[in-house]
């Protein structure tokens, strides 16, 4: 699916991680333009998902690490400016703000981006 994505471009990438044939994680992203500026493109990951009995492991974030190196290539791949992870809820913030930050992203209002 990924393959298909960066061949044939499109505006939305769906990223799946599997192991032994079932799906333990997710991404969704969607690219364009912001609706108050032109020409500056916006790769946007509304979702990220990992299953509860696989998150708090060595697997899970290796899962979420893949997921994101996926999306970056895509998104670089279709020319976008950034990456912003939308984070729609302040559970475990403290951790949320963590991990972000390893990534290299910094706050954006509610959400974090990576500068591509």
């Known amino acids: 699916m990924f393959n298909k994505y960066l061949k044939d471009g499109g505006n939305s990438l769906v990223l799946c991680a599997e192991m032994d044939g079932r799906m333990i994680g997710m991404l969704h992203c ?4 912001h609706f108050i500026s032109e020409g500056t493109l916006l790769a946007n990951v509304s979702a990220i998902y990992v299953e509860v ?3 708090q492991t060595l697997l899970g974030g290796r899962a979420v690490s893949k997921l994101i190196r996926g ?3 895509w998104a670089k791949a279709n020319s976008a400016d950034m990456l912003i992870f939308n984070v729609a809820n302040g559970i475990h913030i403290a951790k949320t703000n963590r991990f972000f930050h390893k990534l290299g992203a910094t706050p954006l209002g509610g959400n974090y981006a990576v500068r591509l």
């Open 30 to 33: 969607s690219i364009g333009e």
């Open 71 to 73: 999306v970056s290539k």
């Open 53 to 55: 009995r696989t998150r």
